[in-house]
């Protein structure tokens, strides 16, 4: 007959505390239920672990050997519990971010690095990839949660938006625009712009379609199988311009500046928004998701 957790934790105390009626008290249980378990803990491993007296107990060298050993077993079946009960709250466990946007700076890796600072039990990883990469991660389950840049609709994808960044044109520092503090659309009209054409190169060359189009006349926008970082290390010769996020401009490149681009209404905005299954049960997401919405006021459900 197997003994259990309980008759351990009877054992222990007595041996801590030298006494059975002692060790009762400290476990609130009653003295013969306690010296019950122990005796029956005793057939079982087929050793006398104490030898009684009226002042007590003590160990036996056998039983000496049997809780030195069974010390670890407690303290593994206590942290197993603890680990189980916090992954269960959302304080431990993993998460996996994906993103499709850079995080030298910006919300996105203010939000991770204090998220992680406060919940530094929970294994967090992240994946920068396409929208479409990302979304595909999402069915699989291998990723909780896409922050992405711009919006989509899916039925089974519940989207809610998370908060906005600064618009920013990267250019050389030899640039007649760079002496200003900051840029207006009409001062970007007749330049040339270097895009990647993975994300968020497509999201920006619309943006730019949209605000430089002028009379039927359309930028230049130039997309290339590029990253984002190749692009911008190579804008300090004068090649062009290229538009980027606020998240971006943590990265620096040799004479290249940022500036922070204008429109009619003020500083030019990009929203980003957060993707993630309706059935995905993962108590960290859900505990990430409360955070965000706490962190930046915002207002929707979390089943």
Not at 94 to 110: D, P, Q
Not at 203 to 223: C, F, N
Not at 278 to 298: E, Q
């Amino acid at each position: 007959m197997p003994f259990d957790i309980r008759q351990l934790r009877y054992a222990i105390a007595a041996a801590d505390h030298g006494s059975l009626y002692r060790a009762a008290r400290a476990l609130e249980v009653e003295q013969s239920t306690l010296s019950r378990n122990i005796l029956k803990l005793e057939r079982v491993v087929g050793v006398k672990i104490f030898e009684r007296s009226r002042a007590g107990v003590t160990m036996t060298i056998a039983g000496a050997q049997f809780i030195r050993n069974a010390r670890p077993m407690i303290d593994s079946a206590d942290k197993l519990v603890a680990t189980m009960r916090a992954a269960s709250q959302g304080r431990a466990g993993g998460l996996m971010v994906g993103h499709n946007s850079a995080i030298s700076a910006g919300k996105l890796r203010s939000t991770i690095l204090c998220w992680r600072g406060a919940h530094p039990d929970v294994d967090l990883d992240g994946v920068e990839a396409a929208r479409g990469t990302l979304l595909a991660g999402l069915d699989k389950g291998e990723i909780d949660i896409a922050i992405l840049v711009g919006e989509m609709a899916r039925n089974d994808i519940r989207r809610e938006s998370f908060w906005s960044e600064r618009v920013l044109v990267a250019l050389p520092a030899s640039h007649r625009l760079a002496e200003r503090e900051i840029i207006h659309w009409t001062d970007l009209r007749g330049e040339r712009f270097l895009l990647p054409a993975s994300d968020p190169g497509p999201e920006i060359r619309d943006m730019l379609l949209g605000r430089l189009a002028v009379s039927g006349m359309q930028p230049d926008i130039r997309m290339h199988q590029v990253s984002r970082e190749g692009i911008l290390s190579v804008l300090g010769g004068g090649l062009g311009l290229s538009v980027v996020c606020e998240g971006g401009t943590g990265a620096r490149y040799p004479d290249v500046v940022y500036r922070p681009v204008h429109g009619e209404q003020g500083p030019v905005m990009i929203a980003f928004s957060g993707y993630w299954r309706k059935d995905n049960g993962n108590p960290a997401l859900r505990r990430f998701l409360a955070f965000v919405r706490d962190r930046y006021g915002l207002a929707f459900d979390i089943p």
